[in-house]
């Protein structure tokens, strides 16, 4: 017969087993719900009909030409230098995890390097305020006036014409050290062959994708709690948009495009968001409503303290 002290230790072992039994489950079960909320939201989708706004709308994208040459040359060449100083030896150690595969697993693990300096660098030397500007244009453009100006100065130059003015909010901040951090420690995960690859992207997807909203937020007047809230009620829908924001972002030489392009999938979310009801005071919208849009000085931090002024 087992003694009592045998029991007890037993029974702390089946319990700490079911315990731990009972956590995976919920957590599996918390990944499928969100990956099918994922899929079945359409947020997937968005940066991509953001592309479709965009290259559809000459007048928005006029303004942005010479940036995006900029920035198009500076990817190029910064993705080729990583290349040409850092794949071999990245090829030379995933050989020993990944054999063969080594060759391609590669690439994905450079391209990732490759976004995070890119990424850090255009927004600090080309992006600049561009991405919100381009953010309210769009709103104004699908009818949301009201929610612009709680943001900014919105002013009518005759017509059906509207000047995007000065900001009247404290400047979204341009660089985001936990995603940098994060997005760096999961860089290894690359080296797990084919499934590493996609749990880097839907990890950092499902991290990254609330971002693209933060001007919305902060149009809306959200604080912290409120953020939290409605993220979490979004949670797969927030995944789909960042991870496909991820991939996008990903491809040689065009980060700087996508990164205006998913702004304008991120503003045309939030306008379907606000005329479905989605938050409180939301005010339908949806339609462009044949306006012409002024953006500041694209050389200008978006104060409204530029003389030139570009159409969109």
Do not use: C
């Not at 709680?150 to 901040?173: A, E």
């Not at 985001?176 to 084919?194: E, G, M």
Request: hydrophobic share 45%; glycine share 12%.
């Amino acid at each position: 017969m087992s003694s009592p002290q045998t029991r007890k230790r037993t029974s702390r072992l089946q319990s700490t087993g079911d315990t731990i039994t009972e956590s995976a489950k919920r957590q599996v079960k918390e990944v499928g719900d969100t990956a099918q909320d994922a899929i079945t939201s359409g947020a997937w989708g968005y940066p991509i009909y953001g592309m479709y706004y965009l290259f559809t709308h000459p007048s928005l994208i006029k303004p942005l030409t010479p940036i995006l040459f900029k920035g198009i040359l500076f990817s190029v060449a910064i993705v080729a230098g990583l290349f040409f100083f850092t794949y071999l030896p990245q090829v030379a150690v995933l050989a020993f995890v990944s054999g063969p595969l080594a060759f391609v697993l590669a690439i994905p693990l450079v391209l990732s390097e490759a976004f995070v300096v890119i990424n850090f660098l255009t927004r600090a030397l080309l992006v600049n305020q561009a991405g919100i500007d381009l953010f309210d244009a769009v709103l104004l453009l699908k009818g949301h006036s009201s929610l612009v100006e709680h943001g900014r100065q919105v002013t009518s130059t005759g017509g059906t014409t509207k000047q995007l003015g000065t900001l009247l909010m404290k400047p979204l901040s341009r660089f985001s050290t936990d995603n940098i951090v994060r997005y760096l420690l999961t860089l290894p995960l690359n080296l797990i062959p084919v499934v590493g690859t996609f749990f880097f992207l839907g990890y950092n997807g499902l991290k990254a994708g609330p971002g693209y909203h933060a001007r919305y937020f902060q149009l809306k007047g959200y604080d912290k709690d409120k953020r939290q809230a409605f993220i979490k009620k979004r949670r797969g829908a927030y995944t789909a948009f960042g991870t496909t924001a991820m991939v996008l972002n990903l491809i040689p030489g065009l980060s700087i495009l996508f990164a205006f392009t998913t702004s304008v999938g991120a503003a045309l979310w939030a306008s379907d968001l606000e005329g479905k009801g989605a938050t409180p005071g939301g005010v339908k919208g949806g339609k462009d409503q044949g306006v012409e849009v002024l953006l500041p000085s694209l050389g200008s931090s978006g104060s409204g303290s530029g003389s030139a002024k570009k159409d969109l």
